[in-house]
């Protein structure tokens, strides 16, 4: 390299290394804003008495790193808890439905296990169809008005959680609609039973449209699979 090149490049650097400082003074906020570039720095500990050094600063932010990083692996472990929680209580739930050896014995196994296992207020279960037998659970006619707007407010397979309007409310739980506060209505679909299990509360946290539906999905597969074997007539 020549002498005029080594002076060029010296220069070029010189004149960097002032830009960068000009545009650290003029943006003091710079660092803070990019924190992954102040943890790579590497400065001298010499801060005078009552000042913060960039190596105490980094710290700080390390240890803010840290406690974000722990309230998220709580986090996680709080849901794969809750996760165990939910299986245990499908397994029990799933054993008590088998148990039943008639339709009075599933109905009243599914209201208390959803009510002890699943904390609902109220329990309601709609069927949908015209050649559905069944006592002990109301069954609307696939061309009556009523399962028209069930199949609009609840279409497809997917649960709905949240709070209701007053017409959803009435619409899957009749009289016992009062005082829900937030439900899930999970869709049933086993051909040829249609319908919907109802779950409400009185607590308006209680089910909301962030939480997961997997398990609720499930369990409506697993009602409508018991309830249908369990119909009258069904066949064996």
Do not use: C, W
């Amino acid at each position: 390299m020549s002498r005029q090149t080594s002076k060029s490049a010296a220069s070029a650097a010189t004149l960097n290394e002032a830009q960068v400082l000009d545009y650290l003074r003029e943006h003091p906020d710079l660092l803070q804003r990019h924190r992954d570039v102040l943890a790579l720095i590497d400065i001298p500990h010499d801060a005078g008495e009552g000042t913060t050094s960039l190596i105490e600063y980094q710290v700080s932010i390390l240890r803010e790193e840290s406690r974000e990083l722990a309230q998220r692996l709580e986090h996680l472990l709080y849901i794969a808890r809750d996760n165990d929680r939910l299986a245990e209580q499908l397994h029990r739930f799933t054993l008590e439905l088998l148990a039943a050896d008639d339709l009075d014995a599933v109905l009243v196994a599914l209201r208390d296990g959803l009510r002890q296992d699943f904390r609902a207020d109220v329990v309601q279960i709609v069927l949908i169809g015209n050649e559905l037998a069944s006592e002990g659970v109301p069954v609307v006619s696939a061309d009556d008005a009523a399962a028209t707007e069930l199949e609009r407010y609840f279409p497809g397979d997917t649960p709905v959680l949240g709070a209701l309007d007053p017409a959803q409310l009435t619409l899957v739980f009749g009289e016992q609609a009062d005082g829900l506060a937030s439900a899930a209505v999970i869709p049933m679909d086993e051909p040829p039973l249609r319908g919907f299990i109802a779950i409400g509360s009185r607590d308006p946290e209680r089910y909301n449209d962030e939480q997961g539906t997997i398990f609720l999905s499930q369990l409506g597969a697993l009602v409508a699979r018991v309830l249908r074997r369990a119909m009258p007539g069904a066949p064996d």
